[in-house]
């Protein structure tokens, strides 16, 4: 049998390696993830004893555009027709590779499917696969490719981050940039930001899932330093998530799911300085003792909780905690004060962060925090970790720049806020 020479990107390698059956990947312009969708195609559809191998794109012009010419190329030695007008190609074992648009799922109907290649997913309509081609897997229990540059936090954005959970072994995510190529320049790239929003870079070369919105915060503003001040008091705020239904949204691909931020800040007449943030989705009792063991290792003079039903449910397990290892603290209720969310987080964040009095300190959870930052506060994207800062506010209370006060005029108490 004639041999085909496939080459692969080192990227590209590592999904092709991988043997789980829903692969997930977000990648930039040019990365060469069309390419490696074609060569799946082919060495799928070689392979298929019966079923049928399917590509699907937004409309079905843009599969013609983006993949036909391409499988052939590749696929040549093993074509044994090909056929433009019903964009179908057919190998010489009898397997056939359909080239669809999502934009006419009554095409795709009453197919028993070997595999499928989502190309685009942030484009398409999500009813397409999950009520047309995923049934269309299941009698052969057949595996899937989604590939696409992100389009803002939508079902593809979804999917990804189930994927990237890690809970659910048929299911597996990848990001790559279009610096992973190693046959693109990455001068090019370079010479590309500096044309562009930052928005658009990191959507389209870096991958990155922007939603639009109005950003409050400007990323120059942001600033990192891994040297801690000597002199400070430690505050420590907590914005809780759900509990009951950790277990059950985890396993809920399409459900967005919030985290709990515990918020670690030293404060001191500079500014802020954010030690650490650990967050996550942790069972009740999980939560308690993550907030325990915060207070332990960083001994604030103050911890605060968002008020609500949450922080109710939390104190029984912390106070049970607090009288096994004989170490009480006291919990600060932490409130809204009447104001929307965007309003509160803008009146604590937004002057200390153009004036530089916020320095966050290096670590892992940084990646999460910036990008809340900077895409708050748009409403399709998570912004626990910046809830859970601007509530170290109520908490803190060192004042700059106060003087005299007199009641008889406004005067201005924080020159950093503007009050």
């Given amino acids: 049998m004639t041999e085909l020479n496939i080459q692969l990107l ?41 079923g049928e191998v399917f590509y699907v794109a937004p409309t079905q012009g843009q599969a013609r555009d983006i993949l036909w010419q391409t499988l052939l190329d590749l696929a040549h030695p093993v074509v044994a027709s090909s056929h433009i007008n019903n964009l179908q190609i057919t190998l010489v074992n009898g397997s056939k590779i359909s080239l669809k648009g999502a934009d006419r799922p009554e095409t795709m109907r009453g197919v028993s499917l070997k595999f499928l290649v989502m190309d685009e997913y942030a484009d398409q309509k999500v009813e397409v696969y999950e009520q047309i081609l995923r049934p269309a897997l299941a009698d052969q229990k057949g595996k899937a490719l989604f590939i696409g540059t992100p389009m803002g936090r939508n079902h593809f954005h979804d999917l990804y981050k189930y994927a990237e959970l890690g809970e659910d072994p048929t299911y597996k995510a990848w990001h790559f940039t279009s610096y992973d190529n190693e046959l693109l320049d990455p001068e090019e790239i370079n010479l590309a930001k500096k044309s562009m929003s930052s928005h658009s870079f990191r959507q389209e070369f870096m991958a990155s899932f922007e939603p639009g919105g109005g ?26 998530a759900g509990f009951e239904d950790v277990d059950k949204q985890s396993k809920n691909k399409n459900s967005r799911l919030d985290e709990t931020a515990i918020t670690v800040v030293k404060v001191n007449e500079d500014g802020w300085f954010v030690e650490n943030v650990i967050h996550g989705r942790w069972t009740l009792n999980d939560t308690a003792a993550k907030i325990f063991q915060a207070v332990r290792d960083y001994q604030p003079i103050s911890v605060g909780i968002e008020k ?17 290892y004989g170490r009480f603290f006291t919990v600060e209720e ?15 964040l937004a002057g200390r962060l153009e004036h530089g009095r916020i320095t966050f300190n ?40 106060i003087g005299d006060m007199d009641f008889d005029e406004p005067e201005i108490l924080d020159v950093v806020s503007g009050y």
């Fill in 334 to 348: 932490l409130t809204h004060g009447n104001r929307k969310k965007t309003d509160r987080v803008a009146w604590a």
């Fill in 215 to 240: 950003a409050l915060f400007k990323e120059e503003w942001i600033k990192f330093s891994d040297d801690e001040p000597e002199v400070g008091d430690c505050y420590i705020a907590i914005d809780l």
């Fill in 362 to 401: 290096k670590g892992e959870w940084n990646s999460d925090m910036l990008e809340q930052l900077l895409l708050f506060p748009d409403t399709l994207v998570h912004d626990d970790l910046v809830d859970s800062l601007a509530y170290i506010d109520q908490l803190a209370n060192v004042a700059y720049g």
């Fill in 308 to 324: 609500g039903i949450a922080k109710q449910a939390v104190m029984s397990p912390l106070m049970d905690l607090m009288r096994r």
């Fill in 10 to 50: 080192d990227w590209q390698k590592q999904v092709w390696a991988d043997d789980t059956r829903f692969k997930i990947v977000a990648a930039g312009r040019r990365t060469g993830k069309s390419r490696l969708a074609a060569w799946m195609l082919i060495v799928n559809a070689l392979q298929a004893d019966k």
